[in-house]
Structures are given as structure tokens and as C-alpha cells.
């Protein structure tokens, strides 16, 4: 069994900056690749950005590249090489919502929630 943890939401200011992080515990070595997704009230869950563990290949949406960062922790020690962090910077009122960590078997960094079977309970991220 998988696990996922995120962490770092919270409120902050137009133009301002937050680090998310998500941890991956248990089973992990069925993991290959990871996303973030965020969610408004009443708007679909839409794809952030999304990196394979293996190749470290990224995959970003359009509205956040050059704005936000993904990566995975470069420790190869068994506690953190299957944590993944999400940098967010120049926040706007738009990027608000609940992010989630997502994870999925295959090799593509795919941006599509259906492509991921594995997910966080979230964390509340308010640009205001």
C-alpha cells in the first residue's frame, strides 16, 4: 500500500511564493511518476505538474510554467528519494484551491487526473 502526504499550503499574497511537498510512503517502488493537481470550488480537478522519478522528466500547464517548479528530493536515502515538491512563485488570485498529490505507475508525466491512481488527501492553497 501507497501513501501520500502532502504538506505547505496555506494563505499568502498576490505576487508572493509557497513550497509544497508530498511524501510517499509504503510500497513506492510501484512508482514512477508524480503529479500535482489543484481543484477550485466547482471547477474540475486540472493538472499542475507532473515528474518521473526515474528519468526526471517534467511536464508543466501552460498557466504556471516559468512560475512554478517541480522537483523530487535529491537524496537517494530511502525515507526521501519519493518526495516531490512543488515551488510556487509569483502566486495570483487564480492559482487558489486544494492541491493534490497524485501517482501512477507508468512512465509519462501525463496532466490528466484520469492517467493517476493514487492520491493525497490535499492540501489548501488561497492566494488573497
Known amino acids: 500500500q501507497v501513501q501520500l502526504v502532502e504538506s505547505g499550503g496555506g494563505l499568502v499574497q498576490p505576487g508572493g511564493s509557497l513550497n509544497l511537498s508530498c511524501a510517499a510512503t509504503?510500497?513506492?517502488?510501484?512508482?514512477?511518476?508524480m503529479g500535482w493537481f489543484r481543484q477550485a470550488p466547482g471547477k474540475e480537478r486540472e493538472g499542475v505538474a507532473a515528474?518521473?522519478?526515474?528519468?526526471?522528466?517534467?511536464?508543466?500547464?501552460?498557466?504556471v510554467q516559468g512560475r512554478f517548479t517541480i522537483s523530487q528530493d535529491p537524496a537517494k536515502n530511502d525515507n526521501t528519494k519519493n518526495t516531490v515538491y512543488l515551488q510556487m512563485s509569483d502566486l495570483k488570485p487564480e492559482d487558489s484551491g486544494t492541491y493534490y498529490c497524485?501517482?501512477?505507475?507508468?512512465?509519462?508525466?501525463?496532466?490528466?487526473?484520469?492517467?493517476?491512481?493514487?492520491w493525497g488527501q490535499g492540501t489548501q492553497v488561497t492566494v488573497s
Open positions: 497524485a501517482a501512477r505507475r507508468g512512465p509519462i508525466p501525463y496532466l490528466k487526473a484520469a492517467e493517476y491512481n493514487l
Open positions: 509504503g510500497k513506492t517502488n510501484v512508482l514512477n511518476c
Open positions: 515528474i518521473c522519478l526515474s528519468s526526471g522528466s517534467t511536464t508543466y500547464y501552460n498557466s
